[in-house]
């Protein structure tokens, strides 16, 4: 039996968080699940619940952590842990696992990092493995299994991803910078760095939506200084964050350039 170490923020989900956990539990009954779950001050009784799970430890956040944060929080937890586990689990609770994935993952885990791609309503690709398609440009492509890069993946996205325990104390937390995106990307990236291999599982692993542009910086319906508003608050693209990690995994030209870009577009209503 495999023993996995389960790492999720959440905030306001609560039928979403307790059913992606529930589900993981009873789905994959050859695994024997613990979870740090970071739950950033909701109000709709997620934290009550979860504590009704005899699997789960609930870390209390402020309501300022957002996904970065929270992670940043459940990996320092994890980190300290003594319980012996042969996997740590990232993932997210919007994540609808299909049953038998992670028994699946983990029987088929021959990479230090094994991503599980999640597909939409409609049987598409919608977070996986991330490589780069540029070394200068920030430029990236979300791949699945089918991939030629597949079992060599640069990064990814944090939606499901197995690794295995002695990767992940080695690798240590995300960067402090972030607060919201980039947190696992930049994760990914370190992970490449030191020479782990990341590889996509073979089949998707479960459901998981796209978030909408819509409402969002990169709105083209809306107007100029809204959407400055909107990239610049923690759910955005803040500059300071944006420009820390071109410059740590591009390089500093790449940061200088790229940094306006977002700026550049909004003027042109791009």
Not at 4 to 22: D, H
Not at 205 to 222: A, F, M, Q
Request: hydrophobic share 35%; net charge neutral; with cysteine.
């Amino acid at each position: 039996m495999h023993r996995v170490l389960g790492l999720m923020t959440c905030f306001n989900r609560k039928e979403k968080t307790i059913n992606s956990i529930i589900s993981l539990i009873k789905n994959n009954p050859d695994i024997m699940f613990r979870f740090i779950v970071v739950d950033d001050n909701s109000s709709d009784g997620t934290p009550e619940e979860l504590r009704k799970i005899d699997e789960v430890r609930v870390i209390q956040g402020n309501g300022s952590l957002y996904y970065s944060g929270g992670m940043r929080a459940a990996i320092d937890e994890a980190l300290k842990e003594k319980e012996e586990f042969e996997y740590c689990l990232l993932f997210n609770d919007d994540v609808d696992f299909f049953p038998h994935a992670l028994e699946k993952m983990a029987d088929d885990i021959s990479a230090d990092i094994l991503v599980g791609a999640t597909c939409d309503n409609e049987g598409a690709l919608s977070y996986g493995g991330v490589i780069r398609t540029s070394r200068l440009r920030p430029s990236y492509e979300i791949i699945d299994w089918t991939s030629a890069r597949s079992e060599s993946c640069d990064t990814f996205n944090a939606n499901c991803v197995l690794i295995k325990w002695a990767v992940f104390e080695n690798l240590g937390n995300m960067d402090p910078v972030y607060t919201h995106s980039m947190g696992d990307f930049d994760y990914g990236f370190m992970a490449s760095k030191k020479g782990y291999s990341i590889k996509v599982h073979k089949g998707y692993i479960g459901t998981c939506i796209d978030n909408p542009v819509s409402g969002g910086w990169r709105d083209k319906t809306l107007p100029r200084l809204i959407r400055i508003k909107k990239k610049e608050s923690p759910k955005g693209l803040p500059t300071k964050e944006w420009f820390h990690y071109l410059n740590k995994n591009y390089s500093f030209v790449t940061a200088c350039i790229y940094s306006l870009i977002p700026y550049v577009r909004i003027i042109l209503k791009k």
